[in-house]
């Protein structure tokens, strides 16, 4: 079983709908991160979190928000979609051990799409 | 602020050509420097890294080594397979960012043809 899943894997949704892409991970990380990748563009960090307490915006937070349910589970929303949201959205963890503590491993990653 | 370039793709290469992909990165202090792999349908796969100046990583027949000097971390493989086809990302990570997270390249696009 993959250690970082995201769900859906693909969704096509609608301007002003409101939309949640979940992620969950089994490695026991406490540092998670949501990036969106655009074409050209490589992959850019929307929030962080580095416990269920803590939560951070990252470069591009505008229209989105987050929650970290527990340790293992945090959810991406966009609270009302658009369409230059259409991209790929990635799920990533990280542990706090000195030799990894900056390595990420990231999930399969989920395709939206806003029309 | 820190950022990272890397050579445009798409680069196409017939199997059993030598590879090399080109990144140079800017950033303060003495960030850890990343290969990611992507395949197609996939998410990132760490590739290698580097954590200081002179290191070497390495893993399946890729290298990089991290060069201060000249602020780059190139990406090499002696033979590709058509299997190596996938966008690949070079990035760092900051150790003045209390974030730890990683900033990354557009990527690069390989293409191997049998």
């Known amino acids: 079983d993959a250690d970082v899943t995201q769900t859906p894997r693909n969704r096509i949704t609608k301007t002003g709908k409101r939309i949640m892409l979940e992620c969950s991970q089994t490695k026991g990380h406490d540092r998670m991160y949501w990036y969106r990748q655009d074409p050209g563009l490589g992959l850019r960090l929307i929030y962080y979190s580095f416990d269920v307490k803590d939560i951070n915006k990252g470069e591009i937070s505008d229209g989105y928000s987050v929650s970290r349910q527990a340790q293992a589970k945090f959810s991406l929303s966009l609270e009302s979609a658009i369409p230059n949201q259409t991209a790929l959205y990635f799920c990533?963890?990280?542990?706090?051990?000195?030799?990894?503590?900056?390595?990420?491993?990231f999930g399969p990653g989920t395709r939206l799409t806003v029309l | 602020g820190d950022s990272v370039t890397q050579m445009e793709g798409p680069v196409t290469l017939s199997e059993e050509a030598f590879l090399t992909i080109n990144c140079t990165y800017t950033?303060?202090?003495?960030?850890?420097l990343f290969w990611y792999v992507q395949y197609p349908g996939e998410g990132l796969q760490l590739l290698l890294k580097?954590?200081?100046?002179?290191d070497k990583g390495s893993n399946k027949g890729f290298e990089a080594t991290y060069r201060k000097e000249t602020t780059s971390f190139h990406l090499e493989k002696g033979s590709v397979q058509v299997s190596d086809s996938a966008v690949y990302f070079c990035?760092?990570?900051?150790?003045?960012?209390?974030?730890?997270?990683?900033?990354f390249g557009s990527g690069t696009r390989l293409l191997v043809r049998p």
């Open positions: 990533a963890t990280s542990g706090t051990g000195t030799s990894s503590y900056n390595e990420q491993f």
């Open positions: 990035a760092l990570s900051a150790p003045v960012d209390s974030s730890y997270k990683l900033i």
């Open positions: 580097a954590t200081k100046a002179d």
């Open positions: 950033a303060t202090g003495y960030p850890s």
